[in-house]
C-alpha cells in the first residue's frame, strides 16, 4: 500500500505555465523526495528535501515540506514540453535505509 | 560513470514458471533497492540489500526472493508466477544506506500469461 497521496492525479498545462503538485503522508520522515518518470521507464531523483527544512529549489524547481501537516508541494515553473512526465513523491518513514514508500504519482502533461 | 543497468529488459513468462532479473549498480554503489510498479499498486518496496545483506524487506510473499554478490550486483526471483505478478520491475542504488538519492535502472518488464 502508499504512504503517500499524491493531488491532483493528472495535470495539464501549456508550455511556459507553472505546474503544482501536492502529496500527503502519514507516518514521520527523515526526508521527502520528489522523482520523475518518462512513460515507462527509471525514475529519475529531482530533490530531496530534509525533515528540518522547509523550502529548497533546484534550477525551476521549488519544493516545500510542512511537516506539521505531513504534506509537501512540488512547483515547476515555466514548464516545458519535455516536463511531461509523471512525478512522485517518495518518504523514508523516519527508519534508516533505503526504503522508500511512493505516492501514486502525478502524470503531468505540457503542451507545446 | 554508467548508469545502473538491468537485464532483461522484457520478458515473457507463464504462470508456474520462475523468472530471475538481474540488477548491475553503479561502480562503487554498495546499496541496492528493488521495487514493483504495477498500475493497480503504484510504487512498492521489494527489498534492500547492503554488502551482501538483506537490510529490509517489503510485503511481499516468500515467492519473491533477492541477493547480492560480493561485487554488489543483485538479483531477485520470483517463483511459481502469478498474473498479478506482471510488473515493471525496477531496481535502485545508491552509494550507502540514508543517502537519500536513488538511481533508478530503466527497469524489467515482466509479462505473465
Known amino acids: 500500500s502508499q504512504q503517500g497521496e499524491e493531488d491532483p492525479q493528472a495535470l495539464s498545462i501549456q508550455e511556459g505555465e507553472n505546474a503544482t503538485m501536492n502529496c500527503s503522508y502519514k507516518?514521520?520522515?527523515?526526508?521527502l523526495q520528489w522523482y520523475r518518470q518518462n512513460s515507462g521507464r527509471g525514475l529519475v531523483h529531482l530533490i530531496l528535501?530534509?525533515?528540518?527544512?522547509r523550502e529548497k529549489h533546484s534550477g525551476r524547481l521549488r519544493v516545500t515540506l510542512d511537516t506539521s501537516k505531513k504534506s509537501s508541494s512540488l512547483l515547476i515553473t515555466a514548464s516545458r514540453a519535455a516536463d511531461t512526465a509523471s512525478y512522485f513523491c517518495?518518504?523514508?518513514?523516519?527508519?534508516?535505509?533505503?526504503?522508500?514508500?511512493f505516492g501514486g504519482g502525478t502524470r503531468v502533461l505540457v503542451k507545446p | 560513470k554508467a548508469g545502473v543497468t538491468q537485464t532483461p529488459r522484457y520478458l515473457i513468462k507463464t504462470r508456474g514458471q520462475q523468472v530471475t532479473l538481474s540488477c548491475s549498480p553503479i561502480?562503487?554503489?554498495?546499496?541496492v533497492s528493488w521495487y514493483q510498479q504495477t498500475p493497480g499498486q503504484g510504487l512498492q518496496f521489494l527489498f534492500e540489500?547492503?554488502?551482501?545483506?538483506?537490510?529490509n524487506k517489503g510485503n511481499f510473499p516468500g515467492r519473491f526472493s533477492g541477493r547480492q554478490f560480493s561485487n554488489s550486483r543483485s538479483e531477485m526471483n520470483v517463483s511459481t508466477l502469478e498474473l498479478g505478478d506482471s510488473a515493471l520491475y525496477l531496481c535502485?542504488?545508491?552509494?550507502?544506506?540514508?543517502?537519500?538519492?536513488?538511481?533508478f535502472g530503466e527497469g524489467s518488464r515482466l509479462t505473465v500469461l
Open positions: 535502485a542504488s545508491s552509494l550507502a544506506v540514508d543517502t537519500g538519492e536513488l538511481f
Open positions: 507516518t514521520s520522515i527523515n526526508n
Open positions: 528535501i530534509r525533515s528540518n527544512e
Open positions: 517518495a518518504t523514508d518513514g523516519g527508519a534508516a535505509g533505503n526504503k522508500l514508500t
Open positions: 561502480s562503487g554503489h554498495r546499496s
Open positions: 540489500y547492503f554488502s551482501e545483506t538483506q537490510r
